[in-house]
């Protein structure tokens, strides 16, 4: 799961207050390997259901910082464009799912400075039905997202407020961002290995024709494993 030791807590309108609370010894705690489902009750608040919901930071700091006794893994400071400096040069591993009865393994890179990660606490099966004509329940599937931070346009220093990546985009500034959906199955329960990765990149096309179909064959090859 989310590879982060910092998350945005939220209000009752499930907004980001503007903190960046360390995720240590907290139901938020990914930092050691368990289910999603042993401490999803214990996410919970005032007007919505229990479940998560939330972003967590991938890497990039902030004026009030933390120290390094708070376990702040990555120490790439606020440049004074409030965007560059959040988002890397190139993807880093920033979350990983296993399916043990399965051996499938889902990792997911970005070069992006947040991952939201829901738990779909508001289906209730009424929805259109998917794959099979199943209707999914609730936490009946799971959503990571890489991105900036929600609501980052009004926390900008000033006010006393933390900083977070602004999600403006000036002229003459570039927006890059790359998330790789990495698939896999472990062998060490007698499954058979494979890899496939698929990656999409805002702003950047294949080269021929040819590249794009295999883009397309390589993405569609990733999806049918995970099912």
């Not at 947040?114 to 779909?120: A, E, K, N, R, V």
Request: one cysteine or more.
């Amino acid at each position: 799961m989310p590879r982060a030791t910092h998350m945005l807590p939220i209000d009752a309108h499930r907004i980001p207050t503007g903190e960046l609370a360390p995720v240590r010894g907290t139901a938020f705690d990914f930092t050691t390997p368990h289910t999603l489902g042993s401490r999803i009750q214990d996410v919970d608040g005032p007007g919505w259901r229990a479940g998560y919901d939330h972003c967590f930071v991938l890497h990039g700091r902030t004026q009030r910082d933390a120290s390094p006794a708070d376990g702040w893994s990555l120490t790439d400071g606020p440049a004074a464009d409030g965007w560059s400096s959040w988002w890397l040069s190139r993807p880093k591993l920033a979350a990983k799912l296993y399916d043990p009865s399965s051996g499938r393994i889902m990792e997911i890179l970005t070069n992006a400075p947040g991952l939201q990660l829901y738990t779909s606490n508001f289906l209730d099966g009424t929805g259109e039905p998917g794959k099979g004509g199943v209707r999914y329940q609730h936490y009946g599937g799971v959503c990571l997202e890489t991105q900036s931070f929600p609501d980052g346009v009004h926390h900008q220093p000033g006010g006393g407020r933390t900083q977070f990546p602004t999600g403006i985009l000036r002229p003459g500034q570039t927006y890059r961002h790359v998330t790789i959906y990495r698939f896999s199955v472990d062998t060490s329960g007698g499954h058979t290995s494979t890899t496939h990765d698929g990656a999409l990149q805002a702003g950047q096309e294949a080269d021929t024709v040819e590249e794009r179909a295999r883009t397309a064959e390589i993405g569609a090859e990733a999806l049918r494993s995970i099912y």
